[in-house]
T-cell receptor
Framework: NAGVTQTPKFRVLKTGQSMTLLCAQD?????MYWYRQDPGMGLRLIHY???????AKGEVPDGYNVSRLKKQNFLLGLESAAPSQTSVYFC?????????????FGPGTRLTVT | GDSVTQMEGPVTLSEEAFLTINCTYT??????LFWYVQYPGEGLQLLLK?????DKGSNKGFEATYRKETTSFHLEKGSVQVSDSAVYFC????????????FGRGTSLIVHP
């Protein structure tokens, strides 16, 4: 049981390049989330999904797109990277209904845009 | 809307000192309450939780009691270790039909030998 995994762990991009971050979970969770974490800013929600084929915007969605084609995977795309997107990105998942709704986090992807 | 307020950090302590990290919240109803911990270079992980008023969550020597009257969930540990150095987040699950949890800004704890 790997929990939540993220690929890649590190990446350096040049301004204007594109990339996709992959999040995978093996817990059969319905809900998945993408956050970014910057010094002094806490966690900020980018996008989230409450089920396969559904996505919704969070607090800071501009410059990012997401897709949830399979229940276990949640992809975060940067179409044209900007230095302001330098951050650590975390994916999280949780059960949809029932339980106490704690989130399970991945180990993070550290992205630098030059 | 829901909100979580944590004390500002960093909190710097010597090994074996007593730790308190304050957390107060505003929420609809009486949701579960969580403390997450983030060790350097890692993702967040659940440290402890409480599901109803007066519940005490505990794990790894840390404790927090769900205080409905004061809307607080302060984190305490009687004797911290260097290995407790991390960032601690107080959090609420989604309430009132929302799908979005609420996290505090995080409190950094640094423990010196």
């Amino acid at each position: 049981n790997a929990g939540v995994t993220q690929t890649p762990k590190f990446r350096v991009l040049k301004t204007g390049q594109s990339m996709t971050l992959l999040c995978a979970q093996d817990m059969n969770h319905e809900y998945m989330y993408w956050y970014r974490q910057d010094p002094g800013m806490g966690l900020r929600l980018i996008h989230y999904s409450v089920g396969e084929g559904t996505t919704a915007k969070g607090e800071v969605p501009d410059g990012y797109n997401v897709s949830r084609l399979k229940k276990q995977n949640f992809l975060l795309g940067l179409e044209s990277a900007a230095p302001s997107q330098t951050s650590v990105y975390f994916c999280a998942s949780r059960v949809g209904t029932g339980g106490t709704y704690e989130q399970y986090f991945g180990p993070g992807t550290r992205l630098t845009v030059t | 809307g829901d909100s979580v307020t944590q004390m500002e950090g960093p909190v710097t302590l010597s090994e074996e000192a007593f730790l308190t990290i304050n957390c107060t919240y505003t929420a609809t109803g009486y949701p579960s309450l969580f403390w997450y911990v983030q060790y350097p270079g890692e993702g967040l992980q659940l440290l402890l939780k409480a599901t109803k008023a007066d519940d005490k969550g505990s794990n790894k020597g840390f404790e927090a009691t769900y205080r409905k009257e004061t809307t607080s969930f302060h984190l305490e540990k009687g004797s911290v270790q260097v290995s407790d150095s991390a960032v601690y987040f107080c959090a609420l699950p989604p309430t009132g039909g929302s799908y979005i949890p609420t996290f505090g800004r995080g409190t950094s704890l640094i423990v010196h030998p």
